[in-house]
């Protein structure tokens, strides 16, 4: 069974930084997407970020490019976003997600973790 496990949010200040991680369990995610959306209250939830398992290519939503950054740890099966730089606009909550490829539907996701940017 695919597990996907968030970590790492919480409350920050504008121009703060957080690192979300996801743990993903039940599957070698070799040839899958693995990405992170997140959905702001009152918002649809949106693609923020991808990377390609078979090919490391990365994918950012314009609103993130710059500032963040999303890499993997093959030898522990986990996935971050670093996230630098952070304004209130980003605040929601992020999910990570297994998809067939960056550009492909998502079949897993995650709980979820909270992300409040705030002074």
């Known amino acids: 069974q695919v597990q996907l496990v968030e970590s790492g949010g919480g409350l920050v200040r504008p121009g703060g930084s957080l690192r979300l991680s996801c743990a993903i369990s039940g599957v070698t995610p070799d040839y899958y997407g693995i990405g992170w959306f997140r959905q702001a209250p009152g918002k649809e939830r949106e693609g923020v970020s991808c990377?390609?398992?078979?090919?490391?290519?990365?994918f950012y939503d314009d609103s993130v490019k710059g500032r963040f950054t999303i890499s993997r740890d093959n030898a522990r099966n986990t996935v971050y976003l670093q996230m630098n730089n952070l304004t209130p606009e980003d605040t929601g909550d992020y999910y990570c997600?297994?998809?067939w490829g960056c550009g492909g539907a998502v079949f897993s996701l995650g709980q979820g973790t909270q992300v409040t940017v705030s002074s």
């Open positions: 990377i390609d398992s078979s090919s490391d290519n990365t």
């Open positions: 997600v297994l998809r």
